[in-house]
């Protein structure tokens, strides 16, 4: 699978902290962007040691529902979750490219993330995990039912592993947002995985 190469990430790794083993699997993808993940308490140490990491590096640096981190430490976008139902301002003028993500569950949560100024959906949970019971889930049919009509770009989120990510191109996504999948990266070119 080819995801859209006009499109800056195709990979979004939600994280709170760093390590070795991270640092060696995140430089082998291309277009990857990291979510620093922990919107209610925020470790400076770890939120400086990935913000640097992501400079020296080349790679896009997003933070979870906090607008005033994402400006203040000159970030280069904001993802807001499903359950975050402030109304943000266009901040398209803040900083040139700065991009509004929105986490989704449903239709009704992509209509109001399009009023929050998104230009970009992660939508979940595509496949079986430990957050989600069973009914949650959407499984492939649903997500391509959900997001048929969405004007703007989706990317598939919740469950991701070794064993479905193949499975992604079988829907519209134009890339994938993980956690898991980083730390248990045993492959040299995660391009391997859409092949």
């Not at 195709?10 to 709170?16: A, E, G, K, L, M």
């Not at 430490?73 to 991009?99: A, E, M, P, Q």
């Not at 993500?101 to 959906?121: D, R």
């Not at 990510?165 to 956690?179: L, N, S």
Request: hydrophobic share 40%; aromatic share 16%.
């Amino acid at each position: 699978m080819q995801f859209n190469k006009c499109y800056q990430e195709n990979f979004y790794f939600f994280t709170t902290y760093i390590n070795e083993q991270i640092i060696k699997n995140v430089v082998k993808f291309k277009n990857i962007a990291i979510i620093y993940n922990n919107k209610y308490i925020i470790n400076e140490n770890n939120f400086l040691e990935i913000k640097n990491f992501c400079k020296i590096n080349n790679i896009k640096f997003f933070i979870v529902d906090n607008l005033r981190l994402a400006i203040k430490y000159n970030l280069d976008g904001l993802i807001i979750s499903h359950n975050n139902k402030r109304t943000y301002l266009n901040v398209n003028n803040y900083k040139k490219n700065f991009k509004i993500i929105g986490k989704a569950h449903s239709q009704n949560e992509y209509f109001f993330k399009i009023k929050q100024n998104c230009t970009a959906i992660l939508l979940s949970p595509i496949f079986k995990n430990l957050k989600y019971n069973t009914s949650k889930i959407l499984t492939i049919s649903k997500f391509n039912q959900i997001s048929k009509n969405w004007k703007i770009d989706v990317y598939a989120l919740g469950g991701i592993n070794f064993e479905n990510i193949k499975k992604i191109k079988m829907t519209k996504a134009k890339g994938v947002g993980f956690i898991s999948l980083i730390s248990n990266l045993k492959i040299k070119k995660p391009a391997l995985f859409f092949k």
